[in-house]
């Protein structure tokens, strides 16, 4: 069974710029959730999805968003980039909401210019 | 609100030798407790989960507890190798998650786990 799907691997913005990071869940997980990891605030959760809907929102400005569709792979954007946004991205599935065992991607670096 | 402190690192230690990276959590009720290892350069991995007090979870030679009248999940293994050198997460996961809790795992700051040949 392939694992989480994270593209791309690597990213280089500017600042002001727009980024949209993607990621494919483990075939038949439908939760979904995001996580921003820094040297300085360590692994900070920004959202969840399952079945289309956000179902929670970490502590981050509106700039962050994010969505999923309807095959469970989900997107997150972040809009009007900041140096302080450069960060190891990182996608989590679920089988279901609530359930609690969480498979990692293998994220990706963002890296604010 | 939710919580886990692992002690404060790097860890460095000779191949062979007892690891004890010790995790502490505050959290209502009885959250599922997790350590996620992290290599150099890529995600986060499942090592070992328990979901229930007094539960032992273990994998690839490591081990912890669910204490929880300590409220503790310290990670323990008897001999380790340069091979398990990488970054080591203690995680909660809230029971009855919803709401606020939906999808949310707290972690704590990750310790450095270094081991010399």
């Known amino acids: 069974k392939a694992g989480v799907t994270q593209t791309p691997r690597y990213l280089i913005k500017t600042r002001g710029q727009q980024v949209t990071l993607s990621c494919s869940p483990i075939?038949?997980?439908?939760?979904v959730s995001w996580y921003q990891q820094t040297p300085g605030q360590g692994l900070q959760f920004l959202f969840e999805?399952?079945?289309?809907?956000?179902?929670n929102k970490g502590n981050f400005p509106g700039r962050f968003s994010g969505r999923q569709f309807s095959n469970s792979r989900s997107e997150m954007n972040v809009s009007t980039l900041e140096l302080g946004d450069s960060a190891l991205y990182l996608c989590a599935s679920t089988w279901r909401t609530g359930h609690t065992e969480a498979f990692f991607g293998q994220g990706t670096r963002l890296t604010v210019v | 609100g939710d919580s886990v402190t692992q002690m404060e690192g790097p860890v460095t230690l000779s191949e062979e030798a007892f690891l004890t990276i010790n995790c502490t959590y505050t959290?209502?009720?009885?959250?599922?407790l997790f350590w996620y290892v992290q290599y150099p350069g890529e995600g986060l991995q499942l090592l070992l989960k328990?979901?229930?007090?007094?539960d032992k979870g273990s994998n690839k030679g490591f081990e912890a507890t669910y204490r929880k009248e300590t409220t503790s999940f310290h990670l323990e293994k008897g001999s380790v190798q340069v091979s398990d050198s990488a970054v080591y997460f203690c995680?909660?996961?809230?029971?009855?998650?919803?709401?606020?809790?939906?999808?949310?795992?707290?972690f704590g700051q990750g310790t450095i786990l270094t081991v010399h040949p």
């Open positions: 959290a209502t009720g009885y959250p599922s």
């Open positions: 328990a979901t229930k007090a007094d």
């Open positions: 995680a909660l996961y809230p029971p009855n998650a919803g709401g606020t809790s939906y999808g949310k795992l707290t």
């Open positions: 075939s038949g997980h439908r939760s």
């Open positions: 999805y399952f079945s289309e809907t956000q179902r």
